[in-house]
């Protein structure tokens, strides 16, 4: 016969051994532990985007969609241009139709439901276009939030998504700063730019680099100092998006303005 | 000890058991940690093949260069030169296998991408030759009297009118 004494002691070692998560039974390697990052490739991928340079053609989005089969009349893209205009009172009108697929052919500002806004030439101080596309950030928060496993970084340093293993929780499209992720209307999992991963590992430049007649979009290598994107990013003035979240982007802007977000 | 005390407990170290062994049939072998450690490196390997097997489509010039020299170097002594073949005869994919030819894009709209005049004297857009699309001869293809291989304004007319 059980005493109370013995009994509270039993419930209290079956209690404790249920409580050890199931983590606590996989063996850990100390030097993997420690190490968050290894660095040993020769590879880290970054972009340049010259600023000054764009147009607004949006021949770099068609290359996108296509190359990276995203549904072409779907409302969402891997990359996309905005375009600021700023007029004499320090308004920033904003748009991007489309993701700017078509380009900018009118001078009107789509402002969604608000309609199209007309700005007069007279009014406008200033404006330019600015092409986006994912960051790979070396601390990429949409990894992080991903309960599975799905989405990772590579050794260099793009981070792709595993589209059979992504569960479509979401948390990753919530957890970019840079709203570049959204989900494939196809695959129905997250999607996101890859800096065309299939033709950086070939020796290519990523399709939306191919397209641009005017040399806004360039790839480099940022391990390799003899890169000229490389010795660009060194030796001239570049700015990074949000720089305040910590999230150490690795795609740099040349000629950037305080407007663009 | 009555076995009804210890009934939980067998029941927990069978649960147990059978999460252990559907993880190690479910998770693959090569599920990991990898190059970028515990924070960012989670992830099955083989994927990273996958992204690497994606079909090229935009071959670039130099592809359409190797059997239409001709009209590649047409191009590249114009001051279209800087557009890329593909922008406007549409991605390689596998040709010549597949597609056979191409439907090549000759509408105002790809053209106005950058000719449509936009009233941005800072920016180099405002500074290409442009357009207003709605007034500059609204029904026509540009291609009826420009010449996008060639687009020099004065010598594409005397061409296109013999």
């Given at each position: 016969m059980m005493n109370r004494r013995d009994f509270c002691k039993k419930t209290l070692i079956v209690a404790g051994g249920l409580a050890l998560p199931l983590t606590a039974f996989q063996v850990f390697n100390p030097s993997k532990l420690r190490a968050e990052k290894t660095g040993s490739s020769k590879i880290r991928w970054v972009f340049l985007v010259d600023t000054h340079k764009c147009v607004g053609c949006g021949f770099c989005v068609k290359a996108c969609k296509i190359e990276n089969e995203t549904p072409y009349d779907a409302n969402v893209s891997r990359t996309w241009v905005e375009r600021y205009v700023i007029t004499r009172d320090g308004t920033a009108s904003i748009d991007s139709p489309k993701a700017a697929r078509d380009g900018f052919t009118s001078a009107r500002i789509d402002q969604n439901h608000a309609g199209m806004k007309e700005i007069r030439p007279e009014d406008i101080a200033k404006a330019f276009f600015v092409p986006k596309l994912c960051n790979q950030c070396d601390n990429p928060p949409c990894v992080q939030v991903c309960p599975v496993g799905a989405t990772y970084q590579t050794a260099d340093g793009v981070v792709l998504v595993d589209r059979s293993w992504?569960?479509?929780?979401g948390y990753c499209v919530m957890g970019c700063p840079y709203g570049v992720r959204f989900f494939h209307p196809e695959h129905h999992v997250a999607e996101k730019c890859n800096f065309c991963y299939h033709r950086i590992s070939k020796g290519m430049n990523s399709a939306c680099v191919d397209a641009c007649p005017f040399g806004a979009r360039r790839i480099g290598n940022l391990k390799d100092p003899d890169d000229p994107v490389t010795r660009i990013i060194m030796t001239e003035r570049v700015s990074v998006l949000k720089?305040?979240?910590?999230?150490?982007?690795?795609v740099f802007y040349l000629g950037f303005s305080l407007e663009v977000k | 000890m009555k076995n009804h005390v210890w009934r939980p407990l067998y029941i927990a170290l069978g649960l147990l058991a059978f999460t252990l062994l559907m993880r190690q049939l479910i998770v693959?072998?090569?599920?990991g940690t990898h190059e970028q450690g515990y924070m960012y490196g989670w992830h099955r390997k083989s994927n990273e093949e996958q992204w690497k097997a994606v079909s090229v489509k935009y071959k670039t010039d130099a592809r359409c260069r190797e059997c239409h020299p001709d009209n590649y170097n047409d191009l590249k002594s114009s001051p279209h030169k800087m557009i890329s073949c593909e922008n406007c005869h549409g991605p390689n994919y596998d040709h010549p296998k597949d597609p056979i030819g191409y439907a090549v894009d000759r509408s105002r709209a790809l053209c106005i991408r950058c000719h449509s005049l936009l009233p941005y004297p800072n920016n180099i857009r405002g500074n290409i030759r442009g357009i207003n699309p709605e007034t500059h001869y609204a029904p026509a293809e540009c291609v009826m009297c420009h010449i996008p291989h060639n687009p020099k304004p004065m010598r594409q007319k005397r061409e296109v009118r013999p």
């Open positions: 992504c569960i479509g929780c720089e305040e979240y910590g999230t150490k982007p690795q | 693959p072998s090569d599920f």
